[in-house]
Nanobody, 116 residues
Framework: QVQLVESGGGLVQAGGSLRLSCAAS????????MGWYRQAPRKQRELVAT???????NYAESVKGRFTISRDNVKSTVYLQMNSLKPEDTAVYYC??????????WGQGTQVTVSS
């Protein structure tokens, strides 16, 4: 009943920037925490950043100072601004949302590739 669709991934050179978007649609009553996770080949999925309905944010140490998470509650969209990208940021990035009355939902993922 709720869907999350990511966009904005792509190929970028090291030091470059990308902005990911994740739009929620469906039977949305309210959205609690939203966030981004990523999974590199042969590695487990890891937390990148989260943002609560209060606006409180949490970042992985590896991305602090480089990535910024934000949300637009009117559009039911969460964003991830990624600056100073490094090759080790290469991964599939997954959008996450915790929805009131719906629980946790995941997007299908968007590929981010950072070349040296």
């Amino acid at each position: 009943q709720v869907q999350l669709v990511e966009s904005g991934g792509g190929l970028v050179q090291a030091g470059g920037s990308l902005r990911l978007s994740c739009a929620a649609s469906g039977s949305i009553f309210s959205i609690n925490t939203m966030g981004w996770y990523r999974q590199a080949p042969r590695k487990q999925r890891e937390l990148v950043a989260t943002i609560a309905s209060t606006g409180s944010t949490n970042y992985a140490e590896s991305v602090k100072g480089r990535f910024t998470i934000s949300r637009d509650n009117v559009k039911s969209t969460v964003y991830l601004q990624m600056n100073s990208l490094k090759p080790e940021d290469t991964a599939v990035y997954y959008c996450y949302g915790n929805f009131a009355l719906r629980g946790a939902q995941w997007g299908q993922g968007t590929q981010v590739t950072v070349s040296s």
